[in-house]
């Protein structure tokens, strides 16, 4: 339950440097830790903005000055044997400061809005060609409208008809909608975990993807991925859902099992009863039933929202469709161990 | 003598089933952002002491004439998984082919493509690199199906 934070490890973690296992288990520190996620963000922007610096060539006289200083005897005091690169280090955080001030403070407070046909509303007032939205301001379309949103340099939200969706956050590590009814289309082509979508039942991560998502008032709603991963989640509840893929969410219960969009159209009925009866009856004897092997992303999604003997019956259909691999215990992902259970994921995963 | 070569014969043939091999996915297994608009994904097992020499080719029949282009075969911040974005034209029949050499072990896979990506029953896995026969046929089944 308690994991140990990973704020130490994100520059290699970000950087690629890190073995397969301790970059596993930062990631699935950053799944559950907001704190470590909001470093990591930051660790993210600060190492763009490292990798945007120009290159310069330092002035000869540095270099002579240090191989004099290289040359110095050791009869010198401490302070001034390093005198030279202690300078160096206090000029590097200076322009790094100068840099963070004067970039940070660029960094866009608003995005632009195109009305793209019908009649579209920023902030209650009609707009005409291209405007601007800043967090707190609402983007309406009336029933036969649509419109763009540029979501600074990360991507792009198309707003479908009679669709109500308010700006909440435009950080560098946070670009955050509000879906209060609609439909909207995004494609974000930024690293994962910098795009948030709320709705009144769920909330939409990006994790490096292109989805639409859908919603009533209530919370009633739909997502469908068509690129990558999409994280969506409530109180703690969590579904995965890859492209080609389609999630529920519902007022009070959150997001629900995913499925593929290609799945036996009796096992996604299923399902929706399922969901309804808080994932206990008789669907899901149909679910076990008319699962293929790309359909044990449902089954495996199903394992935390069953007790025994349901779960035991889940995990043996999920192992009659793939073999299980030798790293994941039975009775560890009965017990719903979340190491093992992911582990299980990655390697499903090869079959969806 | 014979039975000694046939258990050696036997025995590498074994050697080879479980050897050097590539496995298929959707761009969703990598679990990569960076794959995630790619055509498909693959990882190559069975090679753990060298870097696996890969090379990806997609092979064509557009408008009835025959097609060839080199592919770069892209990989991640993951070890030894690869991915396979499209740089061939929309239009026609498509496959890709890819080749893997690991020492002394050999890997080979054809890829047919279809409307909506990579077709994963209809790819077969080799122990080696596909032959031009191999590649033709697959081509023209494709071309028959559609």
């Known amino acids: 339950m308690f994991d140990r934070h990973v704020n130490t490890q994100l520059a290699s973690y970000l950087d690629g440097e890190l073995p397969a296992p301790e970059r596993q288990r930062i990631e699935r520190h950053l799944s559950s830790c907001e704190t470590c996620r909001i470093e990591c963000d930051q660790v993210r922007t600060g190492l763009s903005m490292v990798h945007a610096l120009p290159l310069a060539s330092a002035p000869a006289a540095i270099w002579n000055a240090i191989e004099a200083a290289t040359h110095q005897t050791h009869s010198q005091p401490a302070w001034f044997r390093y005198r030279i690169p202690a300078l160096a280090a206090v000029l590097t955080v200076a322009i790094a400061a100068i840099l963070y001030l004067t970039l940070g403070h660029r960094h866009q407070s608003n995005w632009d809005v195109v009305g793209l046909q019908g009649s579209t509303a920023v902030d209650s007032k009609p707009i005409r060609g291209t405007s601007t939205v800043k967090p707190g301001e609402w983007i309406e379309t009336a029933s036969s409208s649509s419109a763009r949103v540029q979501i600074g340099a990360i991507g792009v939200v198309e707003v479908g008809p009679a669709t109500r969706l308010r700006v909440t956050a435009i950080r560098p590590s946070e670009h955050r909608l509000a879906l209060a009814r609609g439909e909207i289309h995004a494609k974000i082509i930024a690293p994962p975990k910098l795009f948030f979508v709320d709705t009144p039942s769920a909330t939409a991560e990006d994790l490096g993807c292109e989805y639409s998502l859908k919603t009533d008032e209530d919370g009633l709603g739909l997502l469908h991925?068509?690129?990558?991963?999409?994280?969506?989640?409530?109180?703690?509840?969590?579904?995965?859902?890859?492209?080609?893929?389609?999630?529920?969410?519902?007022?009070?219960?959150?997001?629900?099992?995913?499925?593929?969009?290609?799945?036996?159209?009796?096992?996604?009925?299923?399902?929706?009863?399922?969901?309804a009866t808080n994932y206990a009856g008789s669907s899901l004897d149909v679910v076990l039933r008319d699962a293929r092997v790309r359909d044990t992303l449902t089954l495996w999604h199903l394992l935390p929202r069953t007790e025994s003997p349901d779960r035991q019956r889940i995990y043996e259909r999920i192992a009659a469709l793939s073999p299980v691999p030798t790293d994941v215990s039975r009775e560890r992902a009965l017990q719903l161990d979340p190491d093992t259970l992911a582990r299980w994921r990655e390697a499903l995963a090869w079959t969806w | 003598m014979w039975r000694f070569l046939i258990v050696n014969v036997l025995t590498l043939m074994l050697a080879g089933a479980e050897g050097f091999t590539f496995v298929l996915a959707s761009p969703v297994a990598?679990?990569?952002?960076?794959?995630?608009?790619?055509?498909?994904?693959?990882?190559?097992?069975?090679?753990?002491?060298?870097?696996?020499?890969?090379?990806?080719?997609?092979?064509?029949?557009?408008?009835?004439?025959?097609?060839?282009?080199?592919?770069?075969?892209?990989?991640?911040?993951?070890?030894?998984?690869?991915?396979?974005?499209?740089?061939?034209?929309?239009?026609?029949q498509w496959l890709v082919n890819l080749k893997g050499a690991c020492g002394n072990m050999t890997a080979g896979a054809i890829v047919p493509i279809g409307p909506k990506g990579f077709i994963r029953e209809s790819s077969k896995i080799l122990p080696r690199p596909a032959t031009d026969n191999e590649i033709e046929t697959t081509l023209r089944t494709q071309g028959g199906k559609k």
């Open chain 2, 30 to 92: 990598s679990q990569q952002f960076q794959f995630k608009s790619a055509t498909f994904v693959f990882r190559a097992e069975g090679c753990d002491s060298t870097a696996p020499q890969i090379t990806a080719t997609a092979e064509g029949i557009v408008k009835g004439e025959r097609k060839s282009v080199e592919l770069k075969v892209a990989s991640g911040p993951k070890p030894g998984i690869y991915a396979v974005f499209q740089n061939w034209p929309p239009e026609g």
């Open chain 1, 225 to 275: 991925v068509t690129l990558g991963w999409v994280s969506f989640q409530w109180k703690g509840l969590e579904s995965l859902v890859p492209a080609g893929a389609s999630c529920r969410t519902r007022p009070h219960t959150g997001p629900g099992v995913p499925y593929f969009d290609d799945a036996p159209e009796e096992l996604i009925q299923a399902l929706g009863t399922l969901a």
